[in-house]
């Protein structure tokens, strides 16, 4: 089997795993714990996406350090899917919001790092053998995408959705995907940052980016931009699902495959990608965030109009424009901090970005959302249109505040290389 095959299918399996659970797991909280719970469960099923934030702040670190200084990368990418495959497993047994809350955040403290971990990987085996990194990486990492959609449609025409099959899925596949790693080329320790500090070792001393009102305010922004791309993953389901409860559109193809609905939104992310090298040429980083920021707008705004019946067209609209939304603002972000650091604390300021993005932003978001879906749940009814346009009122501000007080000039000869 070829390099490149077994780095695509490494890929594949690293988000088909997160894919099978990541967006049903708040409607099988709603639907499971929401009888009992009442209102509280939606502040529940925030707190609980939240966790995987908290998880974000400190284990890629870690385990960071581990492949750097003590075994070969590929086994500890190996036995960190093993470990999260064995964790999630216990979500079977989940009783509650609480034991459901440590359960995700156990499996996410393994998990979570692996996303780095497999861009590690991945770089350091087509160093080994000679490719040429930027060409042949993007086409493999395209399939963990494919990944990502496959396991949401497997888990949806399985109805998998709405029980705990999805676990016991989700835990056999991450530990085969976890055996399946130490079949890859050898990644070794290199020791190489044993002279570092234990504050460069956690990236934390891409920090000083923050005495650059510039860097500062875009870190601050895409904090509160990170809290946003949670609400979906956290709602969107059980948003749809809930129609199911309405007469009206019982049976309906959207609430009878809302996650097959949602997956349209990882379609769209893979078209927008593309477009990135033309928007950041043609208009700069400042408007690719706010086209980003308006369009997490049109994306909540929708959801507040639409419906599974003849408003459909309006949650279709909303999952195209997710993929603006979603890679103007994380593909376009992350490139703007390669240019704006130096060379040396590049890949701290990396970290730093996401950080504040799945780390401290997804716990923002977690905590919002999830209070705010309390707020307006009068009863077991979620009042979702409020519960949308609340969110998209968010996100305006945050567009406005940002075209106010983020001061850039665009030189297009600076972003030229990103054509070829």
Known sequence: MSIKLRLTIMNFFQFFVWGIWLISLGGYMGQVFGPIEGSSIGLSIGRTYGSMGWASLFMPALLGIIA???????????????IAGIAIYFATRATNSTEMYWIIFATSCFYMPTIA?????????????SFDVQKTFTPIRVWGTVGFVIAMWITDLTDWKSNTLQFVFASVSMIITGLFCFTLPDVPAENKNSNQSLTSKFGLDSFVLFKQKKMAIFFVFAMLLGAALQITNMFGDTFIRDFGSNPQYQGTFGVEHSVFIISLSQISETLFILTIPFFLKRFGIKQVMIFSMIA??????????????????????????YGMAFDFFNISGSLFVEKQTDSKIRSSAQGLFMLMTNGIGAIIGGELAGRTVSYFTIGNK????NVWF???????????????????????????????
């Open 117 to 129: 971990l497999n861009n590690s990987v991945s770089y350091a085996v087509l160093n080994k053998f």
């Open 68 to 82: 750097d200084k003590y075994l070969s990368a590929q086994k500890v990418l190996g036995i960190s899917h093993i």
């Open 382 to 385: 979620i009042q979702w249109s």
């Open 296 to 321: 997490w707008v049109l994306r909540f705004a929708l959801f507040g109009i639409g419906n599974p019946g003849s408003g459909v067209i309006f949650l279709i609209l909303s999952m195209i424009v």
């Open 390 to 420: 609340t969110f998209a009122a968010y996100a305006f501000v945050i567009a406005i505040a940002f075209a106010i007080l983020f001061k850039y000039k665009h030189d297009p000869k600076e972003l030229e290389n990103l054509e070829h």
